[in-house]
């Protein structure tokens, strides 16, 4: 089958690229952009490792044909940082310990970056809800969520 060629935007950067009509976006990701960063735990849209937004959507990047990207704007772990300054959620994550092994970390920064940017004043139960697609092993989802609640709160603070 013949590749087809891509035109997208990723984390603001135009970029291009060469897909399998059968490859998902997140094998073009990983294999065709070098941002490995996003990952790949279930294949199947459960756990939310692969999570990316996707004009703004939160989207399972395992779920998406790469060639869907077409024109697109996509965001994924790789943008979340401003050069070596840490993104608020990046930051509080470590300070509240809310990671372990950190391989479901990507896709729950994505997650809690897209809510924030929908929602800068979440409540808990908002928080939880809105994370319920990302799974963890490793750890608790109680420091995670204090973790992002923690960070709402300094970003509200910087928006005034």
């Not at 300070?95 to 970390?105: K, N």
Request: net charge negative; glycine share 10%; charged share 25%.
């Amino acid at each position: 089958m013949s590749k087809i060629h891509v035109t997208t935007t990723v984390n603001g950067d135009s970029v291009e690229f060469l897909a399998d009509p059968r490859e998902t976006l997140l094998d073009c990701l990983r294999d065709h952009l070098d941002l490995t960063g996003t990952k790949e735990g279930c294949g199947t849209g459960d756990c939310g490792a692969c999570s990316v937004t996707l004009d703004g959507t939160l989207v399972c990047s395992c779920l998406v044909l790469g060639i869907e990207a077409e024109g697109r704007e996509i965001g994924t772990i790789e943008g979340l940082a401003q050069g070596h300054e840490l993104h608020p959620l990046q930051r509080k994550f470590i300070e509240h310990a809310a990671l372990q092994c950190g391989f479901c970390t990507p896709g729950f920064l994505v997650a809690a970056k897209a809510l924030l940017d929908k929602n800068p004043n979440p409540t808990e139960t908002e928080v939880r809800y809105w994370l319920a697609g990302n799974l963890c092993r490793c750890t608790g989802y109680d420091k995670i969520v204090r973790a992002v609640m923690d960070a709402a709160e300094e970003m509200r603070k910087e928006a005034v």
